[in-house]
């Protein structure tokens, strides 16, 4: 097949894709399905929001999937907030060495090229997998309507997987790596990955199989989705040698894009669909258009990394397929949006009570805001400016934390208090939290982004020597620091709340914990 055969068969088939979008709403399709959109719910619950008892037979229901996981959740749970702590702290000193470099100058591995490479790894393979996989096995039992089957099995995966994670970055912070972003852990302490993440995956589709519902719910189709893709990504990205050069770059953005659109975000995506309409007890307001968004995710999201290759030696049909699928998830990310607003219309008030919905519509309006962003950063003209800049960092991250990691939280401070059974002893702080990473990151995505495409003009500027792009950025690194030990004051404050919750220190748990609770009458 010919270039402009390829380049038109993409083309042909997102606006395919685009007017099936269009026709479903014509016909429909976005109407509210009750049937399909209330499997998440037990008698009496649809109505209310999360705020007291169940039903006696929805309590028995919940009390005993929630008891099925509690082992393998919690300590999935606790290892993600540690390697949250380690990924804060590695990311702040790398922060801080990007304009004061001779700070912490004192060991190699507390050089930028391995403490900043120690923080992308404490996230990418630390909090964030730990957190998605540890709630996705917190729900999965929930939206089947049974017990968890084999959760031993997610016991010692989850145990070799943070033995490995060790192991790798203790190889990074001494030099070793295989030099690739996202993949620089050895590919041979890649193999226990391989073998962890099956292990975690057993309970899974074994609790799968025993399921007591005949409809899988959305969120399953995105779990389901995401451990199918994950492996195949990471297999094919690790495999010893087989890519090189030109090539090897290729596959490197192939992965380091679709990690977080075909593993993170379907996880996160899955937990949305559960808890937005869990916590205010309706329904999502249009369940054939959460499965629009999921068809599209799996079909245009496939080639989108290649658009950071612009402008290197790789064949143009490359990159103009990448931009092209790129423009094109405009199209699930509009249902998904569409989605959110108007299941939540009507309720925005319970955002100023439930730590869960701030967090997850928050994290909601990020994977917005960040797809459209990154769609518009495909393009030639703007990515001409941003490539190479900080700008990019602060797109990740809008992506990875302002998306994702907004989302974990929001789903740990609903599922920690049944898994444990208690509630968060100190809502002011859960409050607190959420004002610290929400300001901070504010804060940290600003300084990046302006600061990054004064870069980029500055670069493009022939007339300004380069040492003017790396001065014009120093003050918004600055600002970025400042946003990162605000981020990081926050996530000091949840792991100290996540930690008296394991000890048992929060109260018995009789309903779900208000931020701002009435004042009692006297």
Sequence with gaps: MNTATLLLSTFLLAVTALLAFIWSLRKGLADPDPDAARVIFEPGEIGRHDAGPLPPRAEDIRWAADRSTAAPVRLMLVFAVLWLLVASLAGLTSSIKLHAPDWAATAAWLSFGRIRTLHLNAVAYGWTPMAALGIALWMLPRLLRTELVGGGYAVAGTMLWNLALLAGLACIALGISDGMEWLEI????????AVAGALIAIPLLLTL???RVEHLYVSVWYIGAALFWFPVLYVVAKWPGLHFGVEA?????WFGHNVLGLFYTPLSLAAVYYFLPKVIGRPVQSYNLSLVGFWCLAFFYGQVGGH?????PVPEWLVTLSIVQSMMMVVPVLAFTVNQHQTMRGH???LNHSPTLRFVVLGGMMYTLSSVQGSLEALRGINTITHFT???VAHAHLGLYGFVTMVMFGAIYFALPRVV???WPWPRLVAAHFWLVMGGFAVYFTALTIGGWLQGLAMLDASRPFIDSV????????????????MTLGHVLFALHVGAMVLGLGPRREGAVDLYPAPQAS
């Design 348 to 350: 925005f008030a319970v």
């Design 421 to 423: 059974g208690r509630e």
């Design 249 to 253: 770059a290729t596959m490197n953005w």
């Design 471 to 486: 001065r014009v950025t120093l003050p918004w690194l600055q600002g970025r620091t400042v946003g990162g030990a605000i």
């Design 390 to 392: 900080h700008f990019t």
């Design 308 to 312: 950071h290759l612009i402008g290197g």
């Design 209 to 211: 199989r025993n399921r």
């Design 186 to 193: 050895p590919w041979q302490i890649g193999l226990v990955f």
